[in-house]
Each structure stands twice: as C-alpha cells, then as structure tokens.
C-alpha cells in the first residue's frame, strides 16, 4: 500500500512498507513535460547529479555505508520526461554494529542533487561527453536499437518519438546558460515524486529528511505533471535501415488510440500476454517453434502510448515469411481464435508474474514508479483482481482497436 | 537421507542441505514474507565438458555447445507434450540456461510447488530427442548464434577469453556454432545426457516461504514418483594442459557501433573449482581496491572523459581457469590498457592501502547480503557455492577472514602483464 504526503506544492513523498527485503531504494524524479526545446538540456541534468560519483572521496563515503549505490536516470513516460536519481542501502540490522545508515545516505543523495548550488562552474564539455557517449552507447545493442527505432516512426511528429536522453546534435549545441537553466528547472519547477520502499522506520526518516532538503529549496509555481492523448499515424509505413548486421531486426507496431491512459490495462496486458508475452503465446509456439523463423519473438505493450511492438531477429531471407506470420498472429486475435483455456492460462501467469514482482526490490520500484505515474498508485495484488475480471470477449474488443502502423527492418549491408 | 541444518550467522538464519539417497543433493532456504518459491535444478555439465571420457572408459569429442543444445532440447518430452504448457497451468514461469560449467533449468511460481517440482523433476529426467525436432532446433539456436554475433559486449567477452586461453574450452562460445550444432544428432544427445545427467551430479536448490521439512519431504516423495535409478558417477571431463601464456595479447572486431567497447583480460594461475571459487573473493576486492568506484584510478580516468560509468570488473572462474577482466566503453582502448598495466606497477611499488582494504571487504559483504535478497540470484549463489563444495555460512566467514596480506599478496602474484589481453570491439 502507498501513502502518499504532500511535503509542499508540487512535491510528494510515496512511502511503501516492505519488511521482507534486506535493503530500503529511494528515488526522486523530476518530472517535466517532454519537449524538443528542452530535452536535451534536462537530460544533462543527470550528468550534474552525478558530478560526486566521479570523486573517490565521496565513493569512499558510500563504500563506508556497506556499499550504498546512488544512481541517475533519464526516461520518458509517454509526454513526459522524468529525470530521476535514486540510492540503495544495506537495512541497519544487517550492519556490524546495528548502525543507523539511512540518515545518512539520504543526505548523501540529497548532496548530488543539491550539488550545483554550490559550485560555481559546470564543467560543460565534460558533462556533454557524457551524455552523448550514453546516447551512443544505445545504438551498439541492435536488438534495442532496433526497438527504439521501430517507436521513433511509430511515434513520428508527436513528442512521444523523442529519445528523453536528447540527441547528440541537441546536447553538442548547449550551453552552459541553458544547463544551469534546466538545472534549476528541475530543482524548482518539476513536480517531484519521492518514492520510498524500506521498513517503516527508515521510509520516516527519509521523509524527514527530504522534507527539509526540499525545504530549503526556492520553489517556483511546479508545472503538474500532464498526460495527453496523442494523434498517431494511421497509415502503414515501412523501414529498411542497413547496417554491418548478422541477423535482421524485424519490429512491427501496433497502435490503439487511447485517452491520456489506458482504460483496459488488464485486458490489454492479457491480450499482450496470449500473442506474445510468455512461452506459450502464439508468437512464440508459431513464430518461434513451428516455423522455426527466429530464437527471439515477443511482443510489448505500453499503456502511456497505446503501442504495442513485436521484436524478433531472423535471416534476411525470411523477413517476409516473419512478418506475415506474426501479423497474422494478431489478426487471430482480432478474430477471437483463442480459446478459453488460453485466457486462463494468460491470467495465471499474469497473475504469477506479479507476485514475482513483488519479491523483487528492483521491480516493485519499477511497479510504483510507473503507478505513480499514472495517478493510480495500486498495488500489484490489486491489479491481479483486476486480471480475475478479464474474459474472452473483452479481449477481443481490445485486439480490435488496434491496427499496424509501422515495420522497421534493420538488415545487413549484403 | 542425510540431513544437514546450516545456521548463517550473518543472516542470522538457517537452511537446510539434504543428501538424498539417490545422490541428488537438495537445498532447502526459507525466505520469510516472499509470495513466490523459485527452484532451480542444476547439471554439472556446460560448454566446457565436451571432452570426455565416458563411463565405458572411451573418449569423446563432443560438438561445441552441445550441453547448450540438450538444454533446449529437454523441454521436449515423449508424449508429446510442451513443458512450458505444463508450467502453464500452474503459472510458473520456468525457464533455463547454460554456462561454462552447468546446465540450469528453473521455475519461479506462487503456490503450485508440488506440482512445479514434479514438472520440473520429470522433464529433466525424461530425455526425448528425434532426428525431427533435433532438425527443427537447429535452426532455432543458429538464429540464438547469429544474435550474440551481432552483440558488441558478448563478442568483446569471448575473444578476449580466447585471446587468453589456447587450450581451455572457456575459449569457446556456449552456444556453439552454426556448423558445430549442424552435427549434432539425437544419439550424440543421448550419450552426453547419459554421461551427466545423473542425479548425483545435479543439485537441487528451492528458496520461498514455505516449511522446509515438508519441502524436504516433497522432493523425496517426487522422487520415488519419478521411478529414478540412482546412477553411477557420471563422465570425467578431459581437458588439456592449458599453458600458462595467453595465446595473444590484443584481438579486435569491426561491428556497428558508436563507441568502442572494450575488455582487459589477466589471465590468472588457476587450480580446482574449490580453491578457484573462494580464490575469486580475494580478487574481487583486490580489484575493487585498485579499480573500484572508489579508487583513485576510476577518479582519474572518469573524470577525464577517458570511461563512461559503465566502467566495471569481474571474476571469471570455475575447473582450470581463473581470469580477471576489466570492461569499458572509451574512444582510447590501447591508452587504458597502458593505463591499466601502469597502475599495477604503482600499486605493487606503493603498497596496497589498508584502509581501503576493510572498505571494499565491507563492500564484498554487503554485496553477498544484497544478493540473498533477490530469490533469483539467491538460489543461484547457493547453487553455486554447494557446487563448490561449501555453505553460506563457511562463505560469509571467508570473506570475513580475508587478511590484507592475502590481498597483497594477490597484486605481487598475479596481474601479471605478460599474462595480460585486450581484447575490444569498435566500428569501421
């Protein structure tokens, strides 16, 4: 259960007790609307939080607290860009000495964000470098490549095409004006969620101090976070990008319209489940076993957008025979050529999924981020009672509202 | 049944090791407040056993990435049913993977346990292989072969392992190659399976909330269900002598990427699993000293743009092979290396710190803790360390009772430059 406290306008703090894990996550983001404007200087905000991890020193600090991680993120959901930076620590009953660490990894976190109000100078070039190298660093994994490329087109014209780390030409351009700017941005006017997921003790002390680290912060009027409903392109479209490759990439995206939101999450994530979401699902029995195209073939579905993609690798020369074949997948799930005992099926793995979640720190705060995003912070055990309710037909009138709107092909030079 | 209670002093809580009669060991670890139980089942067989001699006494040279094949092949069974439709039906999510030195197959599922290990034990038990879908698994796992050909971090991690072994089969890719698996037939898979799959060479590991007698009491009743023969020791792995050089120092490859990735590889004096496997806790902090987040090194060579943050070091070990790697993404792989070889010196001319010693000691600890946490990964390193020989507990007081004399003495010993490989991976 999350209890959500409002430390000032525009800043909340979700606490979730879990007493099973053997250590507390804390993760602050900063959340702002998603534009080509911006984009690039926001990410680069990253690079400022992590200005102290360079420092050995200030590793060494962390080492010292059992080896509490801090770490920076930059991602989008849907329109909006969340810049985030999180720390990770040892729980005080599995110190030596029964120590009291949350106190101060928290305020050792709050030092990286903090960092620049206190320095005078960003060291731009170095920070710029940064950022792009991990914009690059994307392009070396072909199968993720091909996937963020694939939503590129999908999601062509609309912010939701851009990459929220910012591209290398946006990041070059910036100067050090306009980083100080987003730094600021972030700090004063980006609505923040603090989520908080340890034992009760720790999740107090973290609110207490994150609530007078963000105390002494000058808060400007925080833009509240926004969902919209974006107008996709309807129409087919196809992509061939060549590259030195072994094998082709295949995408292929699926759009449903939806209002800011996903109304039919479950019912949707079950449709997802049966076409190509485990090792029973249509794509992977067909694709992968009868036909015996690929080793990889599953889909994803992403409710802030209403796209669903399909990634799979195979020979060049089977490209055509693929992507019939897991259109036609999809188009028997429009049809209804599922049976009932798929749709149970589906629903307890779904359901098994979700409880294997909850067994992991890492996901359950993947879980609630996303929740909290949404503005419907639920439980994974409520959302399995949402699952129980889904049936056939339902899962039909889903299947239905979507429709292909985009093949991406990432193929070999010969 | 030989029954053991472990008590972890560290965690403050105990498990169970069982000797089954039928030479399965089993190992049973309560997880209080977790909703789902994971089991994973491991064969002492991987990649690196495809030399043996068999039971009758004969030798054999088996394909390359032959165990990686009988993996996939085991979730076929006779009467034609599909394993993972099985797992389907209670939820379970079950899955499989092979390494160097075993195969694993797994399950994580809420509720079901009795029904999941009998799945699980059965399937693993009951080899079915035909020409037909051993043909139809051939194109499968060449398409799993050309996706890691077109990985950048996978390719910089084999040829710098083949860069440093001549002998040694970790020189090889798992899954094999194309032409490798186009050779590989329903008997071969039945000679390996007949050769390892003993219930004496696997072990069984189950971690959940659960009340381990009746888990212990469950696996004994499954398998007598399952109408197992004890069996015999299984097959012994041929290796060759593997010299002590590196077969070369630097090895490259072209593919489509935006920024070179790169590995330096020490190729370490190596002895048995036993030793090999705790020898990896002193590296590993020794190379977190010198290498570290915390280092005076990773300060420098960060801060000047030389690495991103992906910057990190491992240990890689198991029967007759010891490496110690160090990855990277940079625009200068060759000015790392120097770098890299340039610090060693300093530090065997300085002296390791002793302050920064307890640090990452602290750090390895914590680590350890941190990876009981993870169902997934605890069930694995309790795999892992029964494999080697050893407990949690014994475990946590190794790591404890490293002395900086043997972190030092690991800087004089070893990363030895001539011993020493870079391997990377950059675009045109």
Redesign the interface.
Known sequence: MVVRTKLQEGIFFNSIVD?????NVVTIHFILPLNEKNVSANAIVTSVF?SK????EF??K???L??ASIFVEVKKFAGCQDVSIGVQY?KNR?T?GNENIAKTAVELLFACITNQLTDEKIELE?KK??LC??I??D?????LYAKKRCKEIMFESTVCALDPKGTLEGVNKLLEKEVTEAYYRILEAAQIEIISIGDEQCNFIVQEVLAKGFGKITSKKRIQKKLSAYDFRKEEKYVIDK?????AKLTIGFIKPIDFIEDNIAQTCILNNIYGG???SKL?CNV??KL?????CGAEYDNFTGGLTVNS???KQNLEQASEAIIREFKSMQNGEFSEEDVS?AK??Y???L??L?????YLTMWYETRIFEDNPISPEDFCNMVDKVDKQSIVEQARKFIMTTKYVLEGVN | MEKRIIKVERLNENYFEVQHRTGLKIIVFKTLGYSTSYAILGVNYGSTNNRFIDKTGRFLDTPLGIAHFLEHKMFENEDKTDTFELFAKTGASANAFTDFEKTAYLFSGAGYLEENLKILLNFVMHPYFTEETVKKEQGIIAQEIKMYEDSPSWQVFFNAASAMYQKHPIANDIAGTVDSIATITPELLYTCYNNFYSLNNMILTIVGDFDEEQVINLVDKLLSDCKVETKTASAKTYYEIEPAAVKTHRISKILPVSITLAEIGFKENAYTLQENFLRQFVYKIVLDMIFGRASKFYEEVYKEGLVTDSFDTDVIWGAGYLALLISMETAEPDKLYDMIIEEIKRQREHGLNKEDFELCKKSLLSHLIKTTEDLDDFALLLLDITRAGYDLDFVFKFVENISFKDAEQLIYEGFKQERSVLSFVQAK
Not at chain 1, 243 to 247: I, L, P, R, T, Y
């Open positions: 007493n099973k894990f053997k250590n992590k991890l360079k420092l050995a590793n060494k962390l080492k010292a059992y080896d040892i599995y030596m170095g470098q940064e190298d991990s690059k660093a392009f070396s994994d072909k199968v590259m030195e490759v072994e094998q485990s090792a029973v992977f992968r076993e015996k195209l690929c080793y990889y690798g195979v020979d099926k307890l793995d359901k098994n999924r409880k294997i909850t067994d992991s720190l890492d």
